[in-house]
């Protein structure tokens, strides 16, 4: 059975950090694009930022470069979102995706999903 699960997520205020996490199970972690996406209201879910599990390759959103990073540890299965200065417009729900080979920038694109984890931040 696949399952990714995110935590981490809460209210901070604007300026704060967060670390959100994403343990995977039930498929083969390597050879993977893990991504992170995010849902705000009214809003289509986009690509906040994605690494590949096998080179470590990176990608970003540009409103989220230089504050958000993705990592991700192959002996646990799970992926990371380490976010600093955030902002109120980060406030959405984010979501973990996988999927085989390179990074998409498409939510459809992406085979697996988790449930998400909110982020609110206040100003």
């Known amino acids: 059975q696949v399952q990714l699960v995110e935590s981490g997520g809460a209210s901070v205020q604007a300026g704060g950090s967060l670390r959100l996490s994403c343990a995977s199970s039930?498929?083969?972690?390597?050879?993977?694009?893990m991504a992170w996406f995010r849902q705000a209201a009214g809003n289509e879910r986009e690509r906040v930022a994605g690494i590949l599990t096998g080179g470590g390759n990176t990608v970003y959103a540009d409103s989220v470069k230089g504050r958000f990073t993705i990592s991700r540890d192959n002996a646990k299965n799970t992926v990371y979102l380490q976010m600093s200065s955030l902002k109120p417009e980060d406030t959405a729900m984010y979501y973990c995706?996988?999927?085989?080979?390179?990074?998409?920038?498409?939510?459809?694109?992406?085979?697996?999903w988790g449930q998400g984890t909110q982020v609110t931040v206040s100003s």
């Open positions: 995706a996988a999927k085989s080979s390179w990074c998409s920038v498409a939510a459809r694109d992406f085979t697996y």
């Open positions: 039930g498929f083969t972690f390597s050879g993977r694009c």
